[in-house]
């Protein structure tokens, strides 16, 4: 199978980099390793790109189980519709984490076993993650 002009013009001028960079070492004249060769073709011929992606990071204070306790709330970037996973510390200082997605328009918990206190906030939740959104 021969190689299209766009390979032989590639080809080209990879032997055109081994020309005008041809370098010897000092002691024993041989020439740079080819990979050097290569990675320079590849870095002139490479445009890069780069993708941004907001961390959306908070922590609000939350009254349950009436006592005020500290719930983090973490973005996760590689959900389309928007999900968050949030923790807690119970009251035996053990942390619990979950889930909330958005569904039809409203921030909803990812049914798993939670303790009531917890399932009792889904709707101050929503309106906690709604406001920091507008914020970002």
């Excluded at 390979?7 to 000092?26: D, I, P």
């Excluded at 949030?86 to 958005?102: A, G, H, L, P, Y």
């Amino acid at each position: 199978m021969a190689a299209g002009p766009c390979c032989r013009n590639g080809l080209s001028r990879v032997l055109k980099l081994a020309n005008n960079y041809r370098a010897f070492y000092e002691d024993d004249q041989q020439f740079l390793d080819y990979s050097m060769v290569i990675a320079i073709f590849l870095h002139q011929n490479t445009i890069m790109q780069f993708k941004f992606t907001k961390n959306i990071q908070f922590t609000k204070l939350i009254k349950a189980n009436g006592r005020l306790k500290e719930f983090n709330f973490r973005k996760l970037n590689d959900h389309k519709e928007g999900m968050f996973t949030v923790d807690v510390v119970d009251e035996r200082d053990s942390r619990v984490f979950f889930s909330i997605q958005k569904i039809d328009n409203t921030w909803k918990i990812i049914q798993q076993p939670l303790p009531q206190w917890i399932l009792e906030n889904e709707q101050i939740f929503h309106d906690v993650i709604e406001e920091e959104l507008k914020l970002t």
